[in-house]
DNA sequence: TGTACATCAGTGAACGCGCGTTCACTGATGTAC
DNA sequence: TGTACATCAGTGAACGCGCGTTCACTGATGTAC
């Protein structure tokens, strides 16, 4: 609710200041990866698509590269709450129910999730609230492997199968599109069923703690 | 050794026309990469870098997205003469011996990694040579996979292992860089011991023939 | 409750830049006779 | 062996474009008194 104003404007009329403008050009951003792709996610492009100005951006972001560091931890939430999302109908938390969810996000979001690790490599790494944070995506994976019988008390081990999950996680996401591998996929009845396969030859329990 | 001509000229004088700019150009390209990244590599710079005028690469190349695919080839053809040769040396060819060669080639050569796999993405894979071909990486992967153990009869079984192999060394080549990571591989001893571990707990034969 | 004023968050015009691509051209090469 | 000519592989100027960023500005908001 807004407050009223003397003089009825036209009904769609944006008040002069935006309210929450940084919020509504990280919203823009992704409408305009998913409509255009990532080669068109200029920092104009991105003006355009919330309604205001090319210099607009300029009060809430430093330059291009912050605005796209934004997007980029707005993309890596996003990653987290899917995951979480999954993990919460899958009573037993497998890993490949992860690995699935982690697949379809990036498959679902090709454009977001290109960004997203465009910009982690730039900044030597993915954001810390998805590396360490208490809700961030590596707890998860972390607590899902001590589900799976690693030993918790080996912190470097648990750590390098954390890690080890995750790389062929991504690995995995950037490559399913490939059309080698359609063929593969259709006589295993679809892309998840694919990724539970690649992921089964990864991570299975058995000879997680001989390491 | 050129021909002679009736009057001296400047001793690098280039002649007028190139004899193999197509290949040059591909050349440029990667020196282009390799200095300023994947962000500086257009049509003009690779031009520049070569020493021919912007219009000169479209007697080779019908326009920017060829010459890129053309780049990419080559760099795959790189990765796969990197990877022979890791082999050579190891008589075993065993998978870390493999992936680890695959690996260093990405952070040897980021910026034309980066490119191979950009490129794949749009075209939709990488390229056929690469993925069928017989001195293509797929193959040695193959090859080694049933070094390792697999049973060469089920096709589709020794595919998925190899896909499976593919995409995590892709992902940790993506990966490694990652500043998170920098703790564990000092204490690990190096990159490539890092790798050796993440890779190891991967690919390892005892579970492999069980699927 | 009103008023003066600082601050905030927009505007829109302008800047210089490098890009991909096209064009009419020209120099060099190779082939037919 | 020489010459005419088609073809090939360059040149360099020009095109229009969208970009990131800056600037002086202005409208709206909130605070002090």
């Known amino acids: 609710m807004t407050k009223s104003v003397a003089v009825a404007e036209a009904p769609e009329a944006r008040p002069y200041h935006h309210g929450d403008l940084r919020r509504a050009l990280i919203l823009a ?9 990532p080669q068109a996610l200029s920092l104009r492009a991105v003006a355009r698509e919330a309604g205001v100005s090319p210099a607009a951006p300029y009060h809430h972001f430093k330059d291009k ?20 999302a999954a993990v919460a109908v899958d009573s037993e938390a497998k890993m490949s129910t992860m ?4 697949v379809r996000f990036a498959r679902d979001n090709p454009a977001l999730y290109r960004v997203m690790y465009d910009v982690s490599r730039n900044a030597d790494g ?7 944070g208490e809700g961030g995506g590596f707890r998860m994976v972390e607590q899902a492997m001590i589900r799976a019988g690693v030993d918790p008390g080996d912190d470097l081990n648990l750590k390098l199968w954390c890690i ?9 996401a950037e490559m399913v599109g490939f059309a080698q591998f359609q063929p593969m996929i259709e006589e295993l009845g679809g892309e998840d069923r694919f ?17």
């Not at 951003?29 to 792709?37: F, I, N, S, W, Y």
């Not at 995750?166 to 995995?172: E, F, K």
Request: with cysteine.
């Open 164 to 172: 080890s999950a995750w790389c062929s996680a991504h690995g995995i």
């Open 29 to 37: 951003a992704e409408r305009v990866l998913e409509r255009e792709g």
């Open 65 to 84: 590269s912050d605005l796209l560091t934004a997007i980029a931890e707005a993309g890596f939430d996003a990653l987290g709450d899917t995951i979480k």
């Open 195 to 211: 990724v539970e396969e690649l992921l089964g030859r990864i991570c299975h329990a058995p000879s997680m703690d001989t390491h």
């Open 99 to 102: 690995g699935v969810a982690y």
């Open 126 to 132: 993915m954001p810390d609230k998805t590396h360490d």
